[in-house]
């Protein structure tokens, strides 16, 4: 029988999951059908209703719905309770349970870039120190997933009030954090990676402030990826940093969505090959 999901936010337009989700189904010659759908916080609850009644097997969320849907479902995995957000919902004999992709995605798509500095089962990654620019929502499920591979973050952010926040959440669930208003400091130095995770860069502008005195070998993402390259991994890769996008993180959140819902192995290359397609038609 042919399953259906979905990927639901506002906006969603630019969204590249069904590209990507469609490349899965058609590589594992499976028959299902992925589709878009713009969801306005105020129909959140009828739009959930709607894709139960409509049979649908499961779907993504992103924003401003990551939190918003978790009353509507009937219960979370650990790490969407550890989260306190979801990106992922399925649906069983009509039970909706909601889960997290986003943490976990962010540090495959690093391990991949790297020779052990957060890679998950390697306990090298201890006593790492990783600095995160923001404290919204895609910071917070890195932060988690990155304090649980025993990485010591510092967490900066424009309001200072978030990261505080955030450290905090993160030294409750046993990791260790400090927390700092976003602004340039010794941390530049010391840092053995560095996300940016703001939303500063996306319309190409500079980002806040220069990059100088750097560690030419830490790790530096931007989990932007449109554009491909911002002017802040730009400037990172200028001082011999290894750089890295966000397109890696978008690729393993859906793979293990993807995996979540089949229960079986992602055609992760397929997925690769048709989201590289994707931005570069853009
Ligand atoms: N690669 C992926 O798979 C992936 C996944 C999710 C998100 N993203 C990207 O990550 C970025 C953030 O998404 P999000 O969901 O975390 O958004 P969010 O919850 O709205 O958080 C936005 C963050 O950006 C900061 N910020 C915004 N404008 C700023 C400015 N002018 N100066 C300094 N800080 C500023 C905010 O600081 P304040 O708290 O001070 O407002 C906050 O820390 C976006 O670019 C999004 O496209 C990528």
Redesign the pocket.
């Given at each position: 029988m042919e399953k259906h999901f979905a990927v639901i936010g506002d906006p969603i337009g630019h969204s590249l999951s069904p590209v990507m989700h469609r490349a899965a189904f058609k590589a594992k010659g499976i028959e299902a059908e992925y589709q878009r759908f713009r969801v306005s916080p105020e129909r959140l609850k009828e739009a959930v209703e709607g894709l139960v009644s409509l049979g649908f097997d499961g779907w993504n969320v992103?924003?401003p719905h990551?939190e918003k849907i978790i009353p509507f479902l009937h219960e979370l995995t650990p790490e969407a309770e550890k989260a306190g957000a979801v990106n992922t919902v399925r649906v069983d004999h009509g039970k909706l349970t909601g889960h997290n992709t986003?943490g976990l995605?962010?540090v495959r798509s690093i391990e991949e870039d790297t020779s052990g500095l957060a890679a998950g089962k390697d306990s090298r990654s201890h006593g790492k120190y990783a600095v995160i620019?923001?404290?919204?929502?895609?910071?917070?499920g890195i932060a988690l997933a990155l304090a649980d591979r025993g990485l010591k973050l510092h967490i900066l952010?424009?309001?200072a009030g978030?990261a505080e926040e955030l450290a905090g959440l993160v030294r409750a669930r046993g990791g260790e954090a400090s927390w700092a208003e976003?602004v340039p400091g010794a941390w530049l130095g010391q840092a053995d990676l560095i996300v940016q995770?703001?939303?500063?860069?996306?319309k190409g502008e500079k980002f806040?402030f220069s990059l100088q005195g750097i560690n030419p070998r830490a790790l530096v993402v931007d989990?932007?990826?449109?554009p491909a390259e911002t002017l802040f991994l730009k400037e990172a890769k200028s001082y011999g940093c290894r750089t890295l996008?966000?397109?890696?993180?978008?690729l393993h959140?859906g793979v293990l969505a993807w995996e979540y819902w089949l229960g079986e192995q992602a055609p992760v290359a397929e997925m690769w090959t048709a989201l590289t397609k994707a931005v570069a038609a853009d």
């Open positions: 992103t924003l990551k986003d995605g962010f620019l923001g404290a919204g929502g895609a910071a917070k952010n424009r309001t978030k976003l995770t703001t939303s500063v860069g996306l806040l989990i932007i990826f449109r996008n966000g397109l890696g993180m978008l959140q």
